[in-house]
Nanobody, 115 residues
């Protein structure tokens, strides 16, 4: 059974930092695209960043320069380092990967940035 488990969310002040983790079981991240998405209340779920199997990264314009996605294949985990957080970064953050037509999501971790 495939499980993605996010952790590391919490309450932080504007300008602060958090590091999110996504741990996988039942699936190997090493040959997969892995993405971080976020969903604010009443809004759609949007891509924040993704990393390719080769380590190439891509970021939404709103987080470029502040967030860094990384992967540790030995630990079968992907991370999202979030710096200079803003109130508009407040959302539930989800980890995502896919195998062929099957997409997997974690249950999310809540990030709240206070002004």
């Amino acid at each position: 059974q495939v499980q993605l488990v996010e952790s590391g969310g919490g309450l932080v002040q504007t300008g602060g930092s958090l590091r999110l983790s996504c741990a996988a079981s039942g699936i190997s991240f090493s040959n997969k695209y892995v993405g971080w998405y976020r969903q604010a209340p009443g809004q759609q779920r949007d891509l924040v960043a993704h990393v390719t199997p080769g380590g190439t990264t891509n970021y939404a314009a709103s987080v470029k320069g502040r967030f860094t996605i990384s992967r540790d294949n030995a630990k079968n985990a992907v991370y999202l380092q979030m710096n200079s957080l803003k109130p508009e970064d407040t959302a539930v953050y989800y980890c995502n990967t896919a195998t062929g037509p099957i997409t997997y999501w974690g249950k999310g971790t809540l990030v709240t940035v206070s002004s």
